[in-house]
């Protein structure tokens, strides 16, 4: 058979996903699956660049996992795997930041605002981010990354990156290119409809999440902030209509011209109620399914302890040939004693 395009992608486990993880990213990879050969992780190394609560770092990266899978991602097909069990993500970053200049990571626009948002902790890990998901990329050998529209200027960067290393040692990477979909690649906050809707955004009110129950939706649909006029009409410049009418297009599958026809003039209220029932019968069966996975744990450990496996043989192919390639001496093959250090004292 011949060889599938490789897909990669992540999200980072630092909350609950919503809405916008959906459609900017799950959705596709979904849809793309079949004809990939895909690697789909949980960015925990990711999620540190901000700070996290241990034990709730672990919860999250499980009801991630579980989340992947209630969206519809096939484990048998594709990979599902947690960065941190692939230490090559970490090897590789190290190599690739050595090629970086100080002021492409300046110029992160997320990095911009994420040192703004945690002002207190403007950590080096912050900044290396990019740096980061390039190794996540170009480990798999990656041609396609779905991605929301935030994210196209660290692929370009690792675009770039993947090109200077190239260059400086030999035809090594895949050129990656961004998948980002036409319809949903920046679903804005329910609240402040010129922001992002961002799981992280103290006002739950305007993050709408997977696992919402119905009487969630209903109140922040019905809260939703909206523009001034009452035609149910796309037009970029009434941003707050026009990301319920995508929302509507993603519960229903019906396309903006149709949901434009359906409603025209019925006005927000009677268009607020019938966006309320169909994200309700949408995400239904993703929250049923998400807790029954979530509900067997060791069932989920299984399948990333697998993950890990699979995708370990590809990175650290792609690592070995790297490191070769930098002019690194071959690895002696350690054997370790198996004697168990401990940090207690006594
Ligand atoms: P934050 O916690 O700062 O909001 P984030 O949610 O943007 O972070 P990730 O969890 O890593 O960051 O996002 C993973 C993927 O989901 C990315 O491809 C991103 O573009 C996409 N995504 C996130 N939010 C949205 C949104 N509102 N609309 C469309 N895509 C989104
Ligand atoms: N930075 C991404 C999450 C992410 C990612 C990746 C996406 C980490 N590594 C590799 C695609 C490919 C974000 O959306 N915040």
Not at 263 to 291: D, H, N
Request: aromatic share 8%.
């Amino acid at each position: 058979m011949a060889q599938r395009p490789v897909i990669l992608s992540g999200i980072q486990p630092s909350g609950k996903l919503t809405i916008g993880h959906y459609t900017g990213a799950l959705r596709n990879w979904v849809a793309l699956q079949d004809s990939h050969e895909c690697y789909f992780m949980i960015a925990d190394l990711h999620a540190i660049t901000v700070r996290q609560e241990p034990e709730q770092l672990r919860q999250r990266t499980l009801d991630t996992a579980a989340l992947y899978l209630a969206c519809g991602i096939d484990p048998q097909q594709s990979v599902l795997f947690v960065q941190s069990h692939v230490p090559e993500h970490t090897q590789l970053t190290w190599v690739l930041a050595c090629l970086t200049g100080m002021g492409e990571c300046q110029r992160m626009t997320q990095f911009k605002e994420k040192s703004l948002q945690h002002r207190h902790n403007v950590n080096v890990g912050l900044f290396a981010y990019p740096i980061l998901m390039a190794a996540d990329i170009l480990l798999y050998q990656a041609d396609l990354v779905p991605v929301g529209a935030d994210q196209k200027q660290h692929l370009e960067l690792t675009r770039n990156l993947a090109e200077r290393f190239n260059y400086y040692y030999g035809e090594t990477f895949r050129i990656p290119e961004p998948y980002i979909p036409p319809l949903g690649a920046k679903i804005m906050s329910l609240q402040e409809p010129t922001k992002k809707m961002s799981k992280s955004d103290p006002n739950e009110n305007a993050v709408l999440f997977l696992t919402d129950t119905p009487e969630d939706i209903q109140r922040k649909i019905r809260k939703a902030v909206t523009d001034s006029g009452r035609e149910i009409r796309y037009e970029e410049q009434r941003p707050g209509i026009a990301n319920l009418i995508v929302l509507y297009h993603v519960a229903t599958g019906k396309s903006i011209p149709e949901i434009e026809a359906e409603f025209g003039s019925a006005g927000y209220a009677t268009f607020k109620a019938a966006l309320a029932e169909a994200l309700i019968e949408f995400l239904r069966p993703i929250r049923e399914e998400y807790l029954r996975l979530r509900a067997a744990e060791d069932h989920l450990h299984n399948l990333l302890a697998e993950g890990a496996r699979r995708a370990r043989e590809r990175a650290a192919h792609t690592l070995q040939l790297v490191y070769e390639r930098v002019g690194f001496l071959k690895a002696p093959v350690l054997e370790f004693s198996g004697a168990v250090v401990s940090n207690q004292r006594g």
